[in-house]
């Protein structure tokens, strides 16, 4: 039992030391890309510019214009569901509470063009509620959410503490406590039964030992329990985190495929360091005539990367589909209520949203648990078939 102990104690160590690398390896990788937000911001105000010639031309027919500028102002004052799921699924500089107030996150931008920084807040910024910003500071704004260069031709390295950034960072914070509390209950209560925390995951993390790992990794499980604990308890605090729909949660973390890249991108730098020679033998030198091999060894080189790259896209797709799912349902209370015009239709959506909406979110309790297992298993997959030597190959035939 002591040494039980032993090996659960070394184990959550070594759990907790590759946590922070891998966090620190996400926070260094997520490094937002600004060009699709550049070009929106760009093509609106392109769009703001033909609307307000058109408008300086239309002297002459005031009347059909009148009408036409009646029109325009009903359509953008009406609810768009399609902006405002993307606007809540997507990374922001800012936490938005209701209206125009903001929790403010440290903006923190390298402008590469000018050689400069800009730091700040983004209460610098003077928010509305769709997160724009009605002014400017040192040559940039806000364009829903996101602090942008005013100039398009401006290049910017964004190392900003978004919402994405600062859940990861509260998740590690979160995981580093409670496991550091598990350890103490193992020390004060050796040999003895576990009880509270201690007891709550001790049959997750023996369940992850024992079907996870164990049955891929054979012999070598216990030197790569910390790496598949630490993913499991990582993405599965992220996808609970963000089912929370105010401050500290509301981030999509895991349905942003930047951060599913970096976890797919980890898992492909532990298969090359940890290959051995069986398994870069299976991949360049099959067995299979010398014929087929212009055939069979592209096909596997790209095994290698299409592996990963499964993972990357089944996590972002299935956290980001509940939460575009549960974001639609809300937006029936504003479609069935035309926007505040209909009581009849707004308490119709508001039934249906409730009904629907608890179910949903039920469900996306177990898709947080369950895909976060998926991940990690299907991780172990692949790490035993890049570490399992020759001969155990043959003996599990």
Request: hydrophobic content about 50%; aromatic content about 10%.
């Amino acid at each position: 039992m002591g040494l039980m102990v032993k090996k659960r104690n070394t184990t959550m160590q070594w759990s907790l030391a590759i946590m922070l690398m891998s966090i620190l390896s996400l926070v260094f990788f997520l490094v937002p890309n600004k060009v699709q937000a550049e070009k929106d911001a760009h093509h609106e105000e392109h769009l703001h510019v033909a609307v307000e010639a058109s408008s300086h031309d239309s002297h002459e027919v005031d009347s059909h214009k009148d009408h036409s500028s009646d029109d325009h102002a009903a359509h953008e004052e009406g609810f768009n569901a399609g902006e405002m799921i993307m606007h809540h699924i997507g990374d922001a500089n800012a936490f938005h509470i209701v209206g125009d107030i903001y929790i403010p996150l440290p903006v923190i931008i390298y402008n590469k063009t000018e050689g400069s920084w800009f730091t700040g807040f983004s209460t610098e910024f003077d928010l509305d509620h769709h997160g724009n910003s009605t002014n400017e500071v040192e040559g940039f704004h806000m364009h829903h959410g996101r602090v942008l260069p005013i100039d398009e031709e401006t290049s910017i390295i964004d190392f900003s503490i978004t919402k994405n950034v600062f859940t990861m960072l509260l998740a590690s914070l979160l995981l580093i406590v409670i496991f550091t509390t598990v350890a103490k209950g193992y020390r004060r209560r050796e040999g003895q039964a576990p009880k509270g925390i201690q007891g709550f995951f001790e049959p997750i993390v023996l369940f992850i030992r024992d079907q996870v790992a164990r049955p891929y990794l054979g012999k070598k499980t216990d030197a790569y329990m910390p790496f598949l604990l630490t993913l499991f308890f990582f993405i599965w605090s992220l996808n609970l985190v963000g089912l929370i729909p105010i401050f500290p949660g509301s981030a999509n973390v895991t349905g942003n495929i930047m951060v599913t890249a970096a976890l797919a991108l980890i898992i492909l730098v532990v298969i090359l360091l940890r290959a051995n020679k069986d398994y870069w033998k299976h991949i360049l030198m099959p067995d299979v005539p010398l014929l087929l091999y212009p055939i069979v060894v592209p096909i596997e080189v790209i095994g290698i990367f299409t592996k990963p790259f499964a993972l990357m896209v089944r996590l972002f797709a299935n956290i980001a589909a509940g939460h575009i799912i549960i974001l639609s349902l809300v937006s029936l209370v504003f479609i069935f209520g035309n926007s505040g015009e209909s009581l009849s239709g707004g308490i119709t959506g508001g039934i249906v949203t409730t009904a629907f909406g608890l179910f949903m979110n039920v469900m996306e309790l177990l898709v947080a648990a369950i895909q976060a297992f998926i991940f990690t298993n299907l991780s172990a997959v692949f790490i035993g078939l890049a570490i399992e030597d020759h001969h155990e190959h043959a003996e599990h035939h």
